[in-house]
């Protein structure tokens, strides 16, 4: 029997996708009031990276691809291994990172 096809909604992967939300929204607005604003669409590149994860980690695509189809668990890994990370890196600057 194979496993239903749907969200998984994974705790773990939420919340530490929600951590990393929050310490890099709190650092944007920290530099922003020292004088020092994230241009938004680095914050855009930021944000959509993390929703890739997302994505990537608690859709369907998740569990279709680890039980049924071998395609959608290769997007699964282009996703994660490539689509997220370069967009959150084109989120990230100099201050942000210090």
Same mark, same amino acid.
């Given at each position: 029997?194979?496993?239903?096809?749907?969200?998984?909604?994974? =705790?773990?992967?939420?919340?530490?996708? $929600?951590?990393?939300?929050?310490? +890099?929204?709190?650092?944007?607005?920290? #530099?922003?009031?020292?004088?020092? =604003?994230?241009?938004?669409?680095?914050?855009?590149?930021? +944000?959509?990276?993390?929703?890739?994860?997302?994505?990537?980690?608690?859709?369907?695509?998740?569990?279709?691809?680890?039980?049924?189809?071998? +395609?959608?668990?290769?997007?699964?890994?282009?996703?994660?291994?490539?689509?997220?990370?370069?967009?959150?890196?084109? $989120? #990230?600057?100099?201050?942000?990172?210090?």
């Amino acid at each position: 029997m194979t496993e239903p096809v749907g969200w998984s909604l994974d =705790p773990g992967a939420i919340g530490s996708v $929600g951590v990393v939300a929050v310490a +890099y929204g709190v650092r944007v607005r920290n #530099l922003r009031r020292a004088g020092h =604003p994230v241009a938004v669409a680095k914050q855009v590149w930021f +944000y959509s990276g993390l929703a890739i994860l997302l994505a990537a980690l608690i859709s369907p695509i998740d569990t279709i691809g680890e039980s049924r189809v071998f +395609y959608v668990h290769m997007i699964q890994h282009l996703m994660l291994g490539d689509l997220a990370p370069l967009a959150i890196v084109l $989120g #990230l600057s100099g201050p942000v990172i210090q």
